[in-house]
């Protein structure tokens, strides 16, 4: 039996628009424990901040209760916030990080 092969057909290529994974920004949250100097390292060691972009971000949070270390995708996101609280409880202080979408 023969197998007939089409070759007329012809296939649209087709267009696939890709969006961009959504966003998560990573907070910390003040509290009245956690040294300042404590915040800076993390924020050095973690988000890759210099110390001038440290001290700016631990003054937010001091003065304004939180602020934002960065803006990732949201298993970046995740591994941060699990990354610093775990960082925190193993140096006994009970700095909160969470993420929220942008």
Request: charged content about 25%; some cysteine; aromatic content about 6%.
């Amino acid at each position: 039996m023969k197998t007939k092969q089409r070759d007329d057909t012809l296939l649209a290529p087709s267009k696939v628009k890709l969006a961009p994974p959504p966003m998560y920004k990573v907070l910390l949250l003040n509290d009245d424990y956690t040294p300042m100097d404590f915040v800076v390292t993390i924020l050095q060691h973690f988000f890759r901040k210099n110390h001038e972009q440290a001290q700016r971000i631990m003054l937010k949070v001091h003065t304004e209760g939180r602020g934002v270390c960065g803006l990732y995708p949201a298993d970046i996101a995740a591994t941060k916030v699990a990354q610093v609280i775990a960082y925190a409880r193993q140096h006994q202080h009970p700095l909160q990080c969470m993420m929220e979408e942008d």
